[in-house]
């Protein structure tokens, strides 16, 4: 399956949000996520199915003013 | 008698192993790869031995230390232009010269004329900037090549098989040591190489910027370093579209003719740094830390490599360590 | 002190995170600017940058308030969703919320702030909005669920400091009972310093601090400031006058002339 992850195209096994997450090395990382440009809540990451194409947004916390 | 293993044959491991090597020590060179190249930081570097105008944001040490670097590079490979640096600012960001020599020691300000004795190409364009004469360039890929040659002359071969556990290791493997050493960070880079043989300039050139220190190093032969950004990310993935444009607009408005060079090298890579952006040497059991150059790799890995050497054969501790 | 959404901070300095030299100056300045609040932001990581993750442990460790921001959103919606993955990844209601609307002067798009304002604040978000010093516009966030208005001093970055001191005040006299903060522009203590005597309750700023000479000096510099100023503030300063009016007592007066 073939996703967009924060705009670079990869290659990823499908499944649910979180086994993506864990493919592509997060861990328990501090991060939050979004796809299409909409929020996904880590509660439903366990649930939430990645499609083909979809744009996965992965943000962490950086410095700001 | 010292007998060490170094690991890593980037800027920071070919200095210690001369360092040793030159006082007599025998050395074991362990890298990736066989040669030096593109895997290492220090490929990717601009070259400037630049210690006055470093300290613009950098600590005290950076500008002490940074000076012993040309004479050692001299000593040791050769290649080193002691021509000076120029800092010059385009349009809006002028006011920020001033700033500049306010907050660095070692500058001269030069006026339209002056910049023109200096660099002839640059002639009408600047009516204004500061000239650091003490200041040196060397080209980064040379040095290195040039250190290695000389390690060889001596028997010293870099290995890519692991080091097996013996003598002591200095462990000088840049962002990759971050399994050991929980404090280094990555400082994402962005650079390109440029030929534009229509442009000569005999030193480095700095432009304010107020995001990007940029800076263009001539290489000779037409070839110039553009560089280099400076992001807080360990990735070291491809630049990115904004980070080009920044760097080529600034090429472009320091002289019309980069618009026409040709891009040779995109490069881009991750410095190593501690939270203070000084280098660290640490000893922990058999192994010996030597790393955290940051933004200054040519120019502070003389001072790392005769740190490491002075407390390999003296016992000596220096401010480098901060840990027991 | 007023209270920002029930919390009462310890000190009226908010200080942003970026931009200094180094990690270990930003956590110096920090702790001896006093600052009771840290804005921070959100940008994308790859699973093996743990870059956002050090940066993160660094501001846990300073004992301050978390202020996300929505930095760089030009749109609503934009905002919205920044917001939300900032409440979760910082576990806080708090949101600086900014909506630009002008890329040179990063001047706030006013119209698409309170819209997005009533969304976070219908959403349970703790909403303080980066705005301008317009009278009408606070009034339309305060109508949208704001407790908190930041109109900028001057345009971000800039150092300009307090460009309509008019405006300011009267923000102060129409909203007397709101938590107001200067947000943006500040580049001196005195402008700090000049915004609490206004009678502000906070002042936020970033560049002043991170791109001085010696950030952890303009830090020290600024929390003297902010605490003169709210103390001139407290003591109910003297009206100016035109005329010189001695300070010395005249009664008793010897004449030797």
Redesign the interface.
């Known amino acids: 399956m073939k996703i967009n992850v924060n705009g670079k195209p990869q290659e990823l096994k499908s499944g649910s949000l979180s086994d993506t997450l864990a493919e592509l090395g997060y861990g328990d990382a501090k991060i939050a996520t979004a796809v299409n440009a909409e929020f996904i809540p880590a509660a439903l990451r366990d649930t939430y199915a990645l499609t083909e194409g979809d744009e996965l947004e992965i943000l962490a916390p950086m410095q700001g003013g | 008698m010292i007998d060490v293993s170094i690991i890593g044959a980037g800027v920071a491991g070919l200095c210690i192993a001369t360092e040793i090597a030159e006082r007599g020590g025998t050395v074991r060179l362990y890298d990736r790869k066989p040669s030096i190249g593109a895997h290492a930081c220090s490929w990717w570097a601009g070259g400037m031995l630049a210690p006055f105008c470093e300290g613009m ?3 005290e040490p950076v500008v002490r230390l940074g000076q012993q670097a040309a004479d050692w590079w001299d000593k040791t490979a050769g290649g080193v232009n002691r021509n000076g640096s120029l800092v010059l600012a385009l349009g809006r960001d002028r006011s920020e010269l001033s ?1 500049f020599a ?2 660095t020691t070692g500058m001269d300000v030069v006026d339209g004329k002056q910049i023109a004795v200096l660099e002839p190409d640059l002639g009408n364009h600047f009516n204004t900037g500061l000239f650091c004469a003490s200041e040196a360039h060397l080209d980064p890929r040379n040095a290195l090549a040039t250190l290695l040659i000389k390690l060889q002359a001596k028997g010293v071969t870099v290995k890519t098989t692991p080091p097996t556990m013996g003598p002591k290791m200095i462990d000088c493997r840049g962002l990759s040591a971050r399994d050991a050493l929980t404090d280094l ?2 400082v994402k880079g962005e650079m390109l190489v440029l030929k534009c043989p229509d442009v000569i300039l005999s030193r480095p050139i700095r432009l304010l910027h ?1 995001r990007i220190p940029i800076y263009i190093v001539p290489r000779g032969d037409g070839v110039f370093m553009l560089g280099a950004t400076m992001i ?4 070291r ?1 491809r630049i990115t579209a904004r980070s080009m444009l920044e760097l080529l607009t600034a090429a472009y408005a320091l002289h019309p003719a980069f618009g026409e060079a040709e891009v040779l090298e995109i490069g881009v890579d991750a410095r190593p ?5 000084l280098p660290r040497i640490r000893k922990r059991g058999n192994v010996i830390y030597a790393n955290g150059l940051y933004r200054h790799g040519f120019l502070l890995a003389p001072a790392l490599a005769r740190m490491t050497a002075d407390y390999l054969f003296d016992g000596k501790r220096s401010e480098m360590m901060d840990e027991d | 002190m007023k209270q920002f959404y029930g919390v009462t901070l310890k000190t009226p300095l908010m200080l942003g995170t970026a931009q200094y030299p180094s990690p270990a100056i930003l956590a110096d300045a920090f702790k001896t600017s006093c600052a009771s609040v840290a804005t921070v932001s959100l940008r994308r990581e790859s699973g093996r940058d743990k870059s956002g993750q050090g940066f993160w442990s660094i501001i846990r460790n300073l004992d301050v308030h978390i202020l996300p921001n929505t930095a760089g959103c030009y749109t609503v919606k934009e905002a919205v969703t920044t917001a939300h993955m900032a409440r979760e990844i910082f576990d806080t209601k708090w949101i600086k919320l900014e909506v630009i609307g002008h890329t040179d002067t990063l001047q706030p798009n006013v119209f698409g702030l309170v819209e997005a304002a009533k969304i976070l604040t219908q959403d349970g978000f703790e909403v303080f909005p980066y705005t301008t010093e317009d009278l009408v516009v606070a009034d339309k966030l305060l109508d949208a669920g704001c407790q908190v208005l930041m109109p900028w001093g001057a345009p971000i970055g800039s150092g300009q400091g307090l460009n309509n001191l008019q405006g300011l005040r009267s923000l102060r006299a129409h909203f007397p009972d709101i938590p107001l903060v200067v947000d943006a522009g500040i580049g001196l203590p005195s402008h700090a310093a000049h915004a609490m005597e206004l009678g502000y309750d906070a002042v936020l700023l970033n560049t002043a601090v991170a791109k001085a000479g010696n950030p952890v000096e303009m830090a020290h510099a600024m929390a003297l400031a902010v605490e003169a100023g709210q103390a001139a503030a407290i003591a109910d300063p003297m009206e100016p006058r035109d005329m010189a009016a001695p300070s010395t007592p005249v009664i008793g007066k010897a004449f030797l002339t």
Do not use: I, K, L, S
């Open positions: 944001n950098a600590e700033q306010r907050r960070r990555g107020p807080e990310a360990t990735e993935g740094a501690f939270p203070d952006n």
